[in-house]
């Protein structure tokens, strides 16, 4: 009876702890964020594509509008596939489209823009990367949507159609 | 590539497991020889999980972000040495140093145990492998720490700038080393269950294993501690978070275990308690590794969490545990043993004694870490249990566990005497004067304090004495105790004298107090490879002329973009300067806080001297044997 | 000889059993007074009398809400419904910013005052308290 007793007692006891645990796994769980919403525009000093001209990031983004900052680059693939979202976009009348030429040779990018049309209204160089550390991007292609000099979306990786409808309808 | 080799041999460790396990029962059967063919197997499966973890080391130093690990855990601006510790600051990077852990103990285990017998060291091989397994599985299918990502990203998320510290670079492993060291107790102890093996010679050849964990948990929790007194900028060592709650509760259970095993080793006693004692020790490290990591606990460690993980380790730690129930309640024969028989006044009695305290300390901690879980999902109230409920419970029975600790090594092995014990009585009397003496001229709270403290200088001194009149015969012993004491000590003179202001303060400002005046000289800034620094110049001019300068720091990472506050300390034997600001969001204040906390320096130095009465003992048992 | 032995196994049972039930007491009982409750500015606002006891109030800082002297913060803690003003004197956590969750331990003046005795700090900006959250997906 006694030998029994003992090892049932701990079974059930150890069960009930296991189902206190199971649900308690299920009820909370720690906050998984947005992706950095509303989070200022960083401060940079950059040079123009066209001209190697400097500008400052203020007058980027001067005014209260919808800006759309892209990062792309020749060589990378995935950049081709979003083009003509990108293009899509560019033809909206409420947003401007900024590109951010990330560590690229000039003339390749010339040569991308020729063959594919260019969406941007302004490009900057970012030839040695830092400026899209400032932005805390992780890779080619990235945008990020602005409004007001905050950032309030960002998009990793590839525009698709998806996406795209995302942003007309906040744009509206 | 790094990665790809890396999963690889990742995959053919768990092979090699499966191997073994079969190589094993084949052995177990036929012969009456250990296969020594089984030692090579583990070697390989050890080298597979290192040339693993090797591969990990090497995508975080390249920064190769095709890899989804270290793109969520590094940055190209970070630091080399930051880019290495990175690859066990995250939970896939982790669990594949506990692996490594895993399979070096069980491969030097069965090096170090050629005189034991056949049946013993199979069995402790096949019940590691349980649990090897049971982690290859959780890392390759819920963590695969070389999950791939396409497009390559050409920065990653960053690390996160409060682990980018040297302390917390190196406290994982260590703090693992002691962690996972009781797998090798737990599948040793289970498997001299089953072969009906608990005796003394089992006992002096465990001892050392137990002694290894210990120290390595002991050393592991004083890194944790030390990083979280300047780096969280709280000024305090110890906050009861459920983290260290989780690693306290194995060590509580180890230190007890230890103790037991001289029972065992001496008297052949205590069998049954020392078996649930192992389990108990391996099970808390497991259950801590399930809090920690499911997110059910609330804590200032942050992994990221997935549901299916949780599970997964909840799930394995309950087959452990009804797999060691199994085993206990099916194997376990009790010897013909005297625990009723020992005499009330002897060596063994202490160490029992001390035991139930250790207990108590044990189920208090745990009560604590779990209740509210418990609440949440019976009640779905939200609570957290503080600090006062700690102390309020542990603190009135440190007093007897104290007496106990410094009469019980005085006494004799199965009867003892209180002849020739009236120097007891008198180190009694001048701990008493002493700790009156100081409580009286400080403190408000005279009782408590009074008696707490003679409780500790009682142990202080009769340790002391034994330094010099028992001829280092038991210095392993004497040395840990006597630290154990000063620990004691130095927290309470810490808690008692410690004071603090806080206070917003502009640059140009200064801050007044009966004792000292704080003034905020100035702020400078700096860039470094991935931060940049504000330093803050403080000057504190104490009445007696004395001036102090302090430069606490404020950084601000670039990615992740966080900013944290750096303490300036100034340490010296008797007391610790310690300053943080902190920034107020869109003000022109900085926050001060400014600490002055006496004989810091001792609580670091005491919980070293503890360990290395660990390491004295471990090299001990090496000489005799 | 055989009796006394029994005997004696008795009185070591029953006294174990003794100490172990009054450890359980003494835990239960320290919880109980311990314990520190979680409540949200709404959960405050609907409560019928202010207890004396030590609770933790959580939500977001409200956006231009924190003023500062040289002695103490000011701010308001929001649930988006509902919210409480904070006094607070003590060390500020880097990631305590406007607009973002925060987890406030303290006591009740009343319903709409609350002097903090500690802010809880995460060392993730993106953490956000469990408790704050359900707080904040209740609304």
Known sequence: MKTKLIPSALIIIFCIIFLIFYKGLQNSNIYIPKNNIEIDVPTFNATLFDTDKEILSEEIFKNNKFYFMNIWSSWCIPCREEHQFLMNLGSQENIEIIGLNYKDKNQNAKKFLKEFNNPFKLIISDIDGTIAIEWGAIGVPESFLIYNKKIIKKIVGPLDENSLLEIKKIIQ | MASLIGFYSLVFGLFFSFLIILFSIKNLRNTNVFNNNLISLTFLQFLFVIISFFGLVISFINSDFSNATVFNHSHTTIPLFYKISGTWGNHEGSLLLWLVVLTLFIFLFLLKSKNQTKQYRILTLLFQQIIIIGFFIFIIKTSNPFDYIFPVPNEGLGLNPILQDPALAIHPPILYLGYVGSSIIFSSTLAATSTNYISKEWAKHIKQWILISWIFLTLGILLGSIWAYYELGWGGFWFWDPVENVSLMPWLALTTLFHCILVLEKRLALTSWIVILSISTFTLSMSGTFLVRSGILNSVHTFANDPDRGLFILIFLFCLIFLSLFVFLFFFKAKNENTYNFFWLSKETSILINNWFMMYFLTVVLVGTVYPIFLEVITSEKISVGPPFYNKLIIPFLVPFLFAMAIGPKLKWIKSDLKNKFNLLFFLIISFFISALIVKKFNVNFLVNTILMTSVFYLFFSTLRDFFISKLKNLAQNVAHFGFSLLILSILLNNIFSSEIIANLKVGDTYETEKFKISFENIKQKKEQNFEVIIGKFNIEFLNGDVETLRPELRIYNQPNIVTSEADIKTNLLKDSFITMNLVQNQNYFNIRYQIKPFMIWIWLSVLLISFGGLKSLFKKKYEN | ?139
């Not at chain 3, 002097?115 to 809880?120: D, E, F, S």
């Open chain 3, 1 to 139: 000889m055989y009796g006394k032995k029994v005997k004696l196994r008795f009185f070591f049972v029953l006294l174990i059993l003794f100490i172990l039930i009054l450890s359980v007491f003494l835990i239960l009982k320290s919880l109980e007074e311990n314990v520190v409750y979680f409540q949200s500015p709404t959960e405050i606002k609907t409560l019928s009398e202010i207890d004396k006891k030590k609770i933790r109030v959580g939500g977001m800082v409200k956006t231009n809400s924190v003023s500062v002297n040289e002695k103490e913060v000011k701010f308001i803690i929001t649930d988006l419904k509902n919210e409480i003003n904070v006094t607070y004197s003590g060390a500020i956590p880097n990631l305590f910013s406007e607009g973002k969750g925060v987890v406030a331990e303290g006591y009740l003046k009343d319903k709409n005052f609350f002097l903090a005795t500690k802010i809880l700090a995460k060392h993730d900006e993106n953490y956000m308290p469990p408790e704050v959250k359900a707080a904040l997906e209740e609304k």
